[in-house]
């Protein structure tokens, strides 16, 4: 979560370089990312570096937009709560880099939720610049972001966009671009629908998430959902055969990849339906 005054801060710095004929950012092109010492005083920041010798307000501004898309994108889907974390934003003068801070405020996140963010973030990233694996915790939004973020360098204006976290420096470069278009353009389809089994594993790794098992064929099924009534609603179901309703995915074979979890019933066990002899007596009785 970016505040308003830092982003319109930024809006202001882009637009005093827009008043210059030639808006710029002097800068001594750097091929080589030196190494960066951890700051015991911050060491959830991410920072955002820009190398170039001039560097216009426009691309600039498209590089910060991307940037805090992307912050804003992992942490919802880390916390499952898009108010959960807020970032705060400082400039280091004279030079075009932009540090986020994470910090927890929302009802029930823990302290620790800040590293667990900066860490899926930057791995998420670098997973994106290797190969077309949808990481944990990237929404489709959150892929398109990293996408936007490749593109920053053009090699004029842009040399290098780096991303740096724990004296780590990850370069972003176009191939991420290429990557994330490769995920998004993949063949879905995707309903409102019904899916039935026993919900036998609950998780809170990456996004939160529970599977139920088809009770034929045995087969799971991923459902994901925001953290909050449905959490102790699938925690109380556990063990138990449950209906969800949600948005459903289906692979190009058709089959089930994942629901978005709208809403879930729990149906009452075996032990708990009437008999066949009950339900005689009951007819018998009408």
Request: include cysteine; aromatic fraction near 6%.
């Amino acid at each position: 979560m970016i505040s308003a005054s830092e982003r319109s801060k930024l809006s202001r710095m882009a637009g005093m370089r827009r008043g210059r004929s030639r808006p710029e950012i002097s800068k001594v092109e750097t091929p080589k990312v030196p190494a960066v010492k951890r700051s015991a005083k911050h060491p959830n920041r991410l920072t955002l570096k820009l190398y170039g010798n001039k560097i216009s307000a426009e691309r600039f501004q498209k590089a910060i937009d991307a940037f805090f898309g992307l912050l804003s994108e992992v942490s919802t889907g880390i916390t499952g709560n898009s108010s959960g974390i807020k970032w705060i934003i400082t400039l280091e003068g004279g030079s075009a880099v932009v540090n986020a801070d994470p910090v927890p405020v929302g009802a029930g996140v823990p302290k620790r939720m800040a590293g667990r963010v900066a860490r899926a973030f930057f791995s998420g990233v670098r997973q994106l610049q290797a190969r077309p694996t949808r990481p944990n915790a990237f929404s489709d939004k959150a892929l398109r972001r990293t996408g936007d973020l490749g593109n920053v360098t053009d090699g004029i204006e842009v040399t290098s966009t780096n991303i740096l976290l724990g004296g780590k420096a990850l370069p972003v470069a176009q191939q991420g671009t290429r990557n994330t278009d490769a995920l998004l353009s993949s063949a879905r389809m995707e309903d409102w629908g019904t899916v039935e089994g026993r919900l036998q594993l609950i998780s809170a790794h990456g996004n939160y998430s529970f599977k139920i098992y088809d009770t034929v064929t045995g087969q799971p099924v991923e459902c994901r959902f925001d953290a909050g009534e449905m959490l102790q609603s699938a925690i109380g179901a556990f063990d138990k055969r449950v209906s969800v309703f949600g948005r459903v995915q289906y692979d190009e074979s058709g089959r089930v990849k994942f629901v978005h979890v709208e809403s879930m019933e729990m149906f009452p066990d075996d032990s708990e339906l009437p008999s066949a002899e009950d339900v005689y007596g009951i007819l018998s009785k009408s």
